[in-house]
């Protein structure tokens, strides 16, 4: 199970992540299924009451607007 560090450690360093989180983030917007989605497929422990705060850390990365 990955942590949500690690998944910012590999966004660094993996051109395939970037390319999925882009196409997530290209309406400037995450639904709450994208959310699910990804962290069932990257196999992160994540609840949705956390999708603010890891929304205002995509923020602080430049990830979103």
């Known amino acids: 199970m990955a942590t949500v560090e690690e998944l ?3 966004y660094d360093e993996d051109p395939e992540l970037r390319k999925e989180i882009e196409k997530i ?3 400037g917007k ?3 299924g994208e959310f699910m989605a990804f962290t069932k497929e990257h196999d992160v ?11 205002e850390k995509a923020k602080e990365l430049g990830l979103i607007k």
């Open 8 to 10: 910012i450690k590999q």
């Open 25 to 27: 983030l290209e309406d």
């Open 30 to 32: 995450v639904s709450i």
């Open 45 to 55: 422990k994540v609840s949705l009451a956390e999708l603010p705060e890891y929304l």
